[in-house]
């Protein structure tokens, strides 16, 4: 592709969209036709030129709409080699409903007004719903974009206004029409425009770029904290490339109504409200780091994705994997009091090691077809595996050699696509061949899944082996292993350690697709495998080593890390989960937590504690582990009683107005709701409809769940469906909070199959993740009944992009129903031990 000239019209009151597009393109080989995308547009004019203007007669424009395109044939002459064509077409369509392409959201205003605005979000496959393109990522291109609207809106695409012209009436509004810089070379799916009535904050980078914010005019406070961490995160990561930002400006916008968290059209960032604005009075410290990390994202894709794209979207973690690894690094570089690359594994590493032990996981690279496919993989294994390899490439690369490697990478490919071998090409080069990255690498991207490392000890030798971790029941193993691997479930790991004499002497062994052997001082009781958890991977030792370490967290839990700490959690509960370790293990382990004071550590183990209760709910030991989980909470954050204050508190705000603290609200917005009754519920929903702080609505949507009236649960999954009290974007929000209470459990799981003709059209054309839905609502269940019912429902009704989840979840399913056959009498016992070891 050479250049797209578009002209767009939307009518924000009749919905009509009138469109134009000229599409300039060099045929590489003779052809009688061509093949492009549309979907739901009305061609209503079309003509084709050639190189001096001629006009070519077209016998055939066909559209096939199962595939999304149009089939062009012409009828005496051909699409020469090595000519340059142009095509122009005229066509017609409707604004949208749905959060994707070209499409209408809305606001209300402080003062009961509603208004309108038009906006795109074309990422994977929707810049074909809004004008005929190539609408795949090499099919790179340059755009220049009009737009008309009228005198009481602003339109903004990707590049500056380049002038302004008055365009007569239309139906008796004056319009004008705004004329954009031509664009540089990008792909279709980065596109974006917008027609809103928006005001905006804007400041410099240290370059003189302009960083602006734009969001309703009663939330333009809230926007300053993202245009200063923009503008600072801009100037850090052209330092840290080592390329600098082509584009003259660059616009974040808060869209009302957005699928996404964010999108990273270039130039033109689109944000869901609640991942850009910041209110420092009414908004807690989890949503403030949220605002930055989604900020750094989307400003890392400006690098990686729109300045060197993936060829196919098999690479797509080219993108999303480099994105979700530079956010971190972006908002540790900023905000460092944060520890954010210790959060990093909580956030990143640890949910991507759960999802890629399942045998329905998949290869980072992974061959997609269709746009239900290539929704599919925007998964885990994309983002938070891919940048869980990159933070592990880093630590045996080091930091300088990433940086210049990716600097020649960037420069290389600028304007164009890059496959996987490209990016591991340069990191070789600029390794000075001391690695073969790509060979390494490879053994991470094909083949899907991680190792489990062994570690046993013969005196002074510790032998580390390899295996393939799977958190399935062993009895399935010959189901689990029929998907191939080129490598045979062996891995290149880079294995990092330190021993308890000196746990600052880390030490750094390679495991080449085999196991590995290495020497210790005799006087040494442990050694501690992965450190930090840079590795992708999960370590398990003999039962005195398991026991020394255990030892050393209770006696002194600060000569591990908090890292350090937070992974022996988490490779011991998994461990546990898989069969390879005894329920006591984790147990003894988690006593240490009655000292821990960091949050990663708590979170993690938390994470499982009730993970553990909610399977163990039907048993006698239920009630003891919750107990435990609470208690050791309390502790941890000296409170003697949790409830009572929460309650009170509740009171004083829903009786007297009086402010809660924003780090606190979500935990005593529950308590009031889950111990209240209809009148607390009510209150809360009020404030809901009426808050302008997005942050603040989630909260409370999160928080509304939590009544243990079942009547209340029911109404408030019923006003989910009415797009006047629940924005479609949070839909998933109302039910998974349903969903994750357990006296809602199984109502959102009627709720879902009741109504799923209606769900399915929300999120089944794949703009939502009915992934998402399907897992939230069914991954906690655990009897045999639970599978049968959430199979047999599912083969017969279709679920589009959700398939690969759905098999997920069935996955998990079959793992909870073993887990509790194995671990419920263990657990139990071990609780009636302690609890009465400590009462004696």
């Not at 290869?363 to 925007?378: G, R, W």
């Not at 009086?658 to 889950?674: L, Q, S, T, W």
Request: charged share 25%.
């Amino acid at each position: 592709m050479e250049r797209y000239n578009i002209t767009i019209h939307p009518n924000l009151t009749t919905l009509e969209v009138k469109g134009q597009v000229t599409i300039e393109f060099y045929v590489d080989r003779e052809t009688n036709y061509i093949v492009f995308h549309s979907k739901n547009l009305t061609i209503n004019e079309k003509m084709v030129q050639d190189r001096k203007g001629h006009r070519l007669k077209i016998a055939k424009l066909l559209e096939y709409p199962k595939h999304q395109q149009l089939y062009l044939e012409l009828e005496e002459s051909k699409f020469r080699k090595r000519g340059n064509y142009t095509v122009h077409l005229r066509f017609i369509s409707k604004l949208t409903s749905e959060l994707e392409g070209f499409y209408l959201s809305s606001y209300v205003t402080p003062e009961g007004e509603k208004r309108y605005l038009a906006t795109t979000h074309f990422e994977p496959t929707y810049a074909r719903s809004a004008f005929p393109c190539f609408d795949e990522p090499q099919f790179k291109a340059k755009f220049k974009v009009s737009i008309f609207r009228d005198r009481f809106h602003i339109a903004l695409c990707n590049m500056p206004v380049m002038n302004t012209e008055d365009a007569g009436f239309y139906m008796g509004t004056g319009l004008l029409r705004d004329d954009f810089q031509e664009s540089v070379e990008m792909s279709t799916y980065l596109v974006a425009f917008v027609v809103c009535d928006f005001k905006r904050v804007s400041e410099l980078t240290k370059r003189n770029i302009s960083v602006s914010v734009y969001a309703a005019e009663a939330m333009l406070p809230q926007a300053k904290y993202a245009v200063t961490t923009a503008a600072r995160i801009m100037d850090y990561f052209e330092s840290f490339f080592g390329v600098r930002y082509p584009l003259p400006k660059q616009d974040l916008i808060a869209i009302p109504d957005f699928a996404a968290g964010a999108m990273e059209n270039w130039g033109l960032i689109t944000y869901r409200e609640t991942s850009i604005l910041y209110d420092p009075q009414e908004t807690s410290t989890y949503a403030h780091e949220w605002v930055a990390i989604v900020v750094a994202h989307e400003l890392a894709h400006q690098w990686f994705g729109n300045l060197v794209t993936m060829k196919w979207w098999n690479d797509l973690w080219l993108n999303e994997g480099a994105a979700s690894f530079f956010e971190y690094k972006g908002v540790n570089h900023i905000s460092p009091q944060w520890s954010m690359m210790d959060q990093f594994i909580l956030d990143k590493t640890q949910p991507a090691l759960d999802l890629d032990a399942l045998a329905s996981s998949h290869p980072i690279s992974v061959p997609v077809k269709d746009p239900n496919e290539i929704e599919a993989i925007f998964d885990d294994i994309s983002y938070s595996k891919g940048a869980s390899i990159l933070n592990m490439l880093e630590g045996f690369l080091c930091e300088d050699v990433l940086k210049s490697g990716l600097n020649d990478y960037l420069n290389s490919h600028a304007y164009g696509n890059a496959d996987t071998n490209d990016l591991w090409a340069v990191f070789t080069k600029h390794a000075n061949n001391t690695f073969d990255v790509k060979a390494i690498m490879d053994t991470w991207t094909q083949q899907m899944g991680f190792p489990l490392i062994t570690i046993t000890r013969n005196g002074n030798t510790i032998t580390a082996t390899q295996q393939r971790f799977l958190i399935s029941p062993k009895e399935n193993d010959t189901e689990q292993q029929e998907s191939k691997s080129p490598f045979d479930y062996k891995w290149y790991v880079p294995l990092s350690y330190y021993t308890d004499k000196e746990p600052r002497k880390i030490h750094n062994v390679w495991m080449n697709l085999t196991d590995v052997t290495f020497e210790i001082p005799a006087d040494v009781d442990y050694v501690k495998c992965n450190v930090n958890q840079s590795g992708f991977y999960r370590v398990t030792y003999p039962e005195e080593m398991w026991s020394s370490i255990i030892a050393t967290l209770l006696n002194n839990h600060t000569k591990f890390s908090p890292a350090d700490r937070a992974n022996l959690i988490d490779d011991a509960f998994t461990l546990c989960e898989a069969g390879e370790l005894n329920a006591t293990v984790p147990l003894e382990l988690s006593l240490y937590l009655l000292n821990e004071r960091d949050y990663v550590p708590w979170t993690t183990a938390l994470g499982y504690l009730h993970s553990w209760k909610d399977r163990l709910s039907e048993s006698p030991g239920y009630k003891r582990l919750l107990r435990i989980a609470v208690l050791q909470s309390a502790v941890s954050v000296k409170l003697d009683d949790v409830v009572k204050p929460a309650k009170s508190l509740f009171e004083g705000w829903m009786l007297h107005g009086e402010r809660i603290a924003p780090n606190i609200r979500d935990v005593v917005y529950v308590a009031g709701i889950k111990f209240g009754g209809e009148s607390e519920w009510n209150h809360c929903w009020e404030n809901y409809q009426k808050t302008q702080v997005p942050s603040e609505k989630r909260v409370m949507l999160q928080a509304l769940g939590a009544t243990t009236d079942s009547w209340l649960l029911q109404r408030y999954l019923l006003r989910s469906l009415d797009r006047d009290m629940v924005r479609s974007q949070d839909v998933e929000t109302v039910i998974a909070s349903v969903a994750t209470n357990s006296e809602g459990q199984f109502l959102a799981w009627r709720h879902l199959k009741a109504y799923w003709p209606q769900i399915h059209v929300l999120f089944g054309n794949g703009s939502l993740t009915m992934g998402g839905l399907i897992s939230v609502v069914v991954s906690d269940f655990f009897t045999e009944y639970d599978y049968h019912e959430v199979s047999e429902f599912f083969k017969k009704v279709d679920v589009g992009s959700g398939r690969r989840a759905l098999e997920q979840s069935l996955e998990t399913i079959k793992f909870n129903i073993h887990w509790v056959k194995e671990n419920a009498d263990v657990v139990d016992r071990w609780l009636v031990n302690y609890l009465n070891s400590r009462t004696s």
